[in-house]
């Protein structure tokens, strides 16, 4: 018992050499004896002494965290609540607003390699601090440019993007060095639930500040506040634990970073899946995008039906995938190619459908609620109730490698059936979505106005004329 926390984790596996230990035939774990028990998990004293900070303030630390993820996404998505008034105030078209997009994104994407470096290199509160007082100095400074420099809009969101590379990178991390096991999967979906929400309020927050101001410059002047407000958290509040001192449950010097080029050769051969991902993501959104547009002039419920199909079809492919992973890998990566594939027929559609069935004026709304109840329902929580469901497994099994993979592997297949009640969803869907759409063109079109208190009214004949009553009082 004594080498138990330092013993390699594949280690716990069956040793052929050990006796067998009696059990029920078939149950993770009951073919053999573990070579060592699993690491214990440190108590709230033993993460103090590790990390050398208290419960209270490690959980501080993740409000603020939490608070600049949330303001994080509010910024990403702010201008999206005010796009209208940028394109009219730029004389721009959709191209060029969403180049906007484009290039934050880009410069996102570029920057965060190089900031993953530094995070596991340097002081990650230093870098955090740094990043964040640019990103907000940058998006005060968009706020600012005249009309005729639509240019200098673009440059000012490409280097947004390297204040948010800076914190998306690198505050999971410090997460990940102040919590271990449960108590680390709840602390990060409480920090991923900032994404959903952080999005809506995104929204609401442009549009509703450019009402109030009646200028939508003033929209990008909210989170650049909010950001000195963050910045002064961070370097009061955060403390830099040791990295990976919690995992070796013990106070040893922290862990010395190998090479960049070290790093990525070691991270190359877990980046299967990832490729697989980015290929059947490219694929599945223009098939879907392609075969709802060739249905859509003979089925007016080409949309949701296409999306149903791309559901109900992706389940039992990636049911299929978690079932062969023990068996053939071969198998798992093609099962979870066709699956992904199918799975990603319906992301372009649904934001067509969110679109076309509601009217301009609050399409921006319904994107926010989309946003926060997409995730709410799907990535917010579902990591935290996979690794729960795990958990719970777990507790009824001998300690192994193989009890471990068995409980991830039934805990994950709860995902082909949630896919499966998905497309029954868009199935129900299908019976709505033209009159849905009919009654948002009809609105457009000024020949169709919402029922209020006034107009809540139908005619009926009433002593040889015509009347217009209220319609309770005719259901009466």
């Known amino acids: 018992m004594a080498g138990s926390d330092t013993a390699p984790f594949l280690s716990q596996a069956d040793d052929p050499d050990d006796g067998p230990v009696p059990g029920t035939p078939g149950l993770p774990g009951s073919t053999g004896n573990p070579k060592s028990e699993e690491p214990k998990v440190p108590d709230q004293e033993g993460l103090q002494r590790i990390t050398g900070l208290s419960p209270g303030r490690s959980a501080l630390i993740v409000a603020v965290l939490c608070y600049i993820n949330l303001l994080n996404y509010m910024d990403r998505f702010t201008v999206a609540g005010v796009l ?180 990525l050769r070691a991270l190359a051969r877990n980046l299967i899946f990832g490729l697989i991902t980015c290929l059947t993501g490219v694929l599945g959104v223009g098939l879907g995008v392609e075969i709802s547009r060739r249905l859509r002039h003979s089925n007016p419920r080409a949309d949701p039906l296409v999306c149903a199909t791309g559901l109900l079809g992706s389940a039992p492919f990636l049911f299929l995938s978690l079932a062969c992973a023990r068996g053939s890998i071969v198998a798992t990566y093609i099962f979870i190619f066709i699956g992904e594939t199918l799975l990603s027929m319906n992301w372009a559609i649904v934001a067509d459908i969110l679109l076309y069935v509601v009217i301009p004026t609050r399409r921006s709304t319904a994107e926010a609620f989309q946003i926060v109840l997409s995730h709410l329902l799907g990535d917010a929580g579902s990591p935290y109730l996979i690794g729960l469901i795990s958990d719970r497994l777990r507790r009824n099994w001998p300690p192994s490698f193989l009890s471990e993979f068995r409980a991830l592997q039934f805990s994950l297949m709860l995902c082909a059936f949630v896919g499966a009640l998905g497309g029954a969803a868009f199935l129900g869907t299908a019976i709505f979505i033209e009159g849905d759409r009919r009654r948002a063109q009809l609105h457009v079109q000024g020949l169709l106005h919402e029922a209020g208190s006034a107009d809540d009214r139908i005619v009926v004949p009433q002593r040889g004329r015509s009347t217009r009553v209220p319609v309770a009082s005719v259901l009466i």
């Open 84 to 263: 209208p008034d940028i394109e009219q105030f730029f004389n721009i078209g959709d191209s060029s607003s969403g180049l906007i997009q484009t290039v934050f994104i880009s410069s996102y994407m570029v920057l965060a390699p190089v900031f993953g470096y530094l995070g596991d290199r340097y002081n990650r509160k230093y870098l955090m601090c740094g990043g964040i007082a640019f990103w907000s100095l940058v998006t005060l400074g968009s706020s600012f440019i005249p009309g005729e420099h639509f240019w200098l809009l673009l440059l000012t969101r490409g280097l947004v993007g390297v204040g948010e590379a800076s914190y998306s990178t690198i505050a999971p991390t410090l997460i990940a060095d102040l919590f271990v096991a449960d108590q680390r999967s709840r602390m990060l979906s409480i920090f991923y639930f900032a994404i959903p929400v952080g999005s809506g309020l995104g929204y609401i927050a442009g549009s509703k500040v450019k009402d109030m101001a009646g200028d939508w410059h003033w929209a990008l002047r909210v989170t650049p506040g909010l950001g000195v407000v963050a910045v002064l958290l961070l370097f009061l509040v955060v403390r830099e634990p040791p990295r990976g001192a919690v995992e070796r449950h013990s106070d040893l010097p922290p862990l010395n970073p190998t090479s960049w080029w070290a790093d």
